[in-house]
């Protein structure tokens, strides 16, 4: 299993995901929607526990390291993210590599400096605690506005692949979506700590 500590900062504090969470996460998710096309986002409290059910079983397993993300100024939960699709190529105990993804926020915590903390979070402890090599961070290849964001991060673009993942659009019932994917490597994580780092600083 992945260890999920709880990660904080001065914009988000990262959560580990737990069943008791599930009301709070649909409050998160509800009002505007418009930019959640690309991503899957429960919408009400029963869509909300089968989310945090799938995450939690998935965590058990191995699979993943879900969390929610609060905002630091008043607790209020305004989104999820999570470790996923982890990798044990050299034998280790903690695994080599890892994907960040998952990842949505209400519309209100989006365009602050959560998302870039979070990252900055997530990446400190794959890179710091497990020691990885490849941090990985894919979206959908539509997806403009979350490639956009990605690319400021500093992450670099490797390709797209194709007919990769299930697609979560509601017009896309039985598709595969392009992935588009980027990466942090270990050789790049002091350069893009430093780029996380200031960006954080500019949101304060």
């Given at each position: 299993m992945l260890d999920t500590p709880t990660l904080s900062g001065r914009h988000v504090i990262l959560?580990?995901?737990?069943?008791?969470?599930?009301?709070?996460?649909?409050?998160?998710?509800?009002?505007?929607?418009?930019?959640?096309?690309?991503?899957?986002?429960?919408?009400?409290?029963?869509?909300?526990?089968?989310?945090?059910?799938?995450?939690?079983a998935?965590?058990?397993?191995?699979?993943?390291?879900?969390?929610?993300?609060?905002?630091?100024?008043?607790?209020?939960?305004v989104g999820c993210t999570r470790f996923m699709s982890p990798f044990w190529t050299l034998g280790r105990a903690d695994p080599d590599e890892i994907e960040v993804g998952g990842t949505w926020l209400s519309a209100a915590a989006q365009r602050t400096g959560i998302n870039t903390e979070a990252k900055l979070l997530l990446l400190t402890h794959a890179f710091d605690h497990w020691q990885v090599q490849r941090v990985a961070i894919c979206t959908d290849a539509r997806n403009a506005q979350s490639r956009r964001a990605i690319e400021r991060l500093g992450a670099t673009f490797e390709c797209v692949l194709r007919r990769h993942r299930r697609s979560t659009r509601a017009t896309d019932v039985g598709i595969l979506r392009d992935t588009a994917t980027y990466s942090v490597t270990i050789d790049e994580w002091a350069d893009v700590r430093v780029r996380l780092q200031h960006l954080s600083t500019r949101a304060d």
């Open positions: 959560e580990p995901l737990r069943l008791d969470l599930a009301t709070e996460i649909a409050a998160a998710a509800s009002g505007d929607r418009s930019s959640f096309g690309h991503t899957q986002v429960p919408d009400g409290v029963h869509e909300s526990m089968a989310y945090v059910e799938g995450l939690v998935d965590h058990a397993a191995g699979r993943v390291a879900p969390f929610v993300q609060r905002r630091a100024t008043d607790g209020t939960i």
